[in-house]
C-alpha cells in the first residue's frame, strides 16, 4: 500500500485509501450528531445550542451533498438514535451480529424501526433529487475504485447486487458485465453469485451466473436470475449448505450508511438474513470471514448515530464512496489484505 494514500482523518484512526487530498479526509470526518439541541429550552437557548452545537460547528466539514440531506430531514430523524438494545451491538464494528430483543424493549424497537422509515424516505429523496450528470460520475467512480481493488481483483466468488436505476442504486452493471467478460486465466475466472428474493419473509437465495442474458426483471423490476438456466439445466445455487466454497467478497446496496459500518437498506431484511447465516456457516466450516463491502453515492454517508441499529443489523467491514475506499474497523482492514 502507497504511503502517502494513507490518511489519517477518519474517526477510527484507520487509513481512508484513495481519497484524493487531507481536506476530503478531514471533510469526511465526522461530527456528532446534534441530538437533543431541539428539545426542552427557551427559543433563545435552543438557538444558542443549536450554533454551538458539534453539527452546525462543524457543518463546513461535512461533505456538501451530505449535509444538503441534513437540512432536508425532519426533526424526528435527529432524535437521539436510541441506544443499542441490551443484548445488541453496542455499534462496535467488532460485534457485527446481534443476538435477539428483549420483549420489553419492543416500543424501543417500534421507535428504532420508525427511525429508519423517516431515515430511509429523506434519503430517496434525496436521491430523486441528485443531478444525473452527477450520479453518472459517482457512479463511473465507484465502479473503477472496485476494478481496480486488490481485494476485488483477488476475489474469486463474489456475491454483488444487480443495480436497478429506478431504485437510484450505485450501477454494478459494468463491474458484472467485465468481470463476466474477463477470459478465464489460469484454469479459472471469478465466479458471480446474484440475488433472486424467494419470499417476503426475508429470503434471498444467490445464484451463479455466467452471463448478464440469464438475468431477467421480477416484479418489483430488478433483474435476478431463474433458478434453471436456458438448458433447462439448475443454476449453481450459492445457499450454502450446499455450497463446497466460500465467497469472499459480497458487494452490499443500501439506502443509507456510515462510517461505523451500519448500513440502511430498503426494509425487507434480505441481506441482512443471508449474512448472518453465511457467517454463521462459515464459522461452522472453518471458512475465512468475507469482506463485506458497501457501494455508496456521497450523499448517502451518513453521519454516525443517525443510523439506528436494530437486532438483525449486520455491519460492513469497507465502504466505496466516489472519493475512495474506506475501511471501517481493523478487522476491516485484516480481511482487505491480499
Ligand atoms: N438491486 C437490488 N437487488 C436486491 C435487493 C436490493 O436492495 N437491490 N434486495 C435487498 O434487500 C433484495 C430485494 N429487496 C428489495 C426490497 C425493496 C425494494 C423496493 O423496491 N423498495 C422500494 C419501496 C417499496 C415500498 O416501500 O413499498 C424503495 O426502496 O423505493 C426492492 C428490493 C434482493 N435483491
Ligand atoms: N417494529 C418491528 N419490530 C420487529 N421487526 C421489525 C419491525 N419492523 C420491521 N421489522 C423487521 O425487520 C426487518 C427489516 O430490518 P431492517 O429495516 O434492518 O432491514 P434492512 O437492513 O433495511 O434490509 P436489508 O437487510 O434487506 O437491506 C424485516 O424483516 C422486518 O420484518
Same mark, same amino acid.
Do not use: Y
Given at each position: 500500500m502507497i504511503k502517502s494514500q494513507l490518511l489519517q482523518g477518519n474517526k477510527t484512526n484507520l487509513p481512508v485509501h484513495g481519497l484524493q487530498n487531507s481536506t476530503t479526509a478531514s471533510r469526511l470526518t465526522n461530527p456528532r450528531?446534534?441530538?437533543?439541541?431541539?428539545?426542552?429550552?427557551?427559543p433563545k437557548a435552543r438557538r444558542r445550542a443549536i450554533s454551538e452545537s458539534p453539527m452546525v460547528r462543524n457543518y463546513k466539514l461535512l461533505p456538501i451533498a451530505a449535509s444538503s440531506l441534513f437540512n432536508r430531514l &425532519?426533526?424526528?430523524? +435527529?432524535?437521539?438514535?436510541?441506544? &443499542?438494545?441490551?443484548?445488541?451491538?453496542?455499534?462496535? &464494528?467488532?460485534?457485527?451480529?446481534n443476538e435477539g430483543i428483549k420483549p420489553e424493549n419492543e416500543e424501543q424497537l417500534k421507535a428504532l424501526f420508525e427511525q429508519k422509515r423517516v431515515i430511509r424516505s429523506s434519503v430517496r429523496k434525496a436521491l430523486k433529487a441528485m443531478d444525473p450528470s452527477l450520479r453518472s460520475q459517482e457512479d463511473n467512480a465507484i465502479q473503477n475504485i472496485v476494478l481496480e481493488a486488490p481485494w476485488f481483483k483477488s476475489s474469486q466468488r463474489l456475491c454483488a447486487y444487480v443495480s436497478c436505476s429506478a431504485l437510484r442504486e450505485v450501477d454494478t452493471s459494468r463491474i458484472l458485465s467485465e468481470t463476466l467478460q474477463h477470459p478465464p486465466k489460469d484454469g479459472y475466472s471469478k465466479k458471480i453469485y446474484v440475488p433472486r428474493v424467494?419470499?417476503?419473509?426475508?429470503h434471498m437465495r444467490m445464484f451463479n451466473i455466467?452471463?448478464?442474458?440469464?438475468l431477467i426483471a421480477n416484479s418489483m423490476n430488478i433483474l435476478e436470475p431463474a433458478p434453471v438456466d436456458g438448458d433447462g439445466n439448475e443454476r449453481e445455487d450459492?445457499? +450454502?449448505?450446499?455450497?463446497k466454497d466460500p465467497i469472499d467478497l459480497f458487494l452490499l446496496p443500501g439506502l443509507a450508511f456510515d462510517k461505523s459500518g451500519r448500513r440502511l437498506g430498503r426494509g425487507g431484511g434480505y441481506y441482512d438474513t443471508f449474512l448472518k447465516n453465511y457467517q454463521e456457516l462459515a464459522k461452522v466450516r472453518n471458512w475465512k470471514q468475507p469482506l463485506l463491502v458497501a457501494l455508496s453515492y456521497s450523499v448517502q454517508i451518513m453521519d454516525e448515530g443517525i443510523i439506528p441499529l436494530t437486532p438483525n443489523d449486520v455491519l460492513v467491514d469497507v465502504l466505496v464512496s466516489p472519493s475512495g475506499v474506506i475501511p471501517i474497523s481493523s478487522a476491516g482492514l485484516d480481511k482487505m489484505k491480499v
Open positions: 450528531s446534534p441530538a437533543g439541541v431541539h428539545v426542552g429550552r427557551s &425532519p426533526p424526528s430523524a +435527529f432524535q437521539p438514535a436510541l441506544r &443499542p438494545l441490551s443484548r445488541c451491538s453496542s455499534g462496535s &464494528p467488532k460485534m457485527a451480529r424467494e419470499d417476503k419473509n426475508s455466467s452471463r448478464m442474458d440469464d450459492g445457499n +450454502f449448505m450446499q455450497t
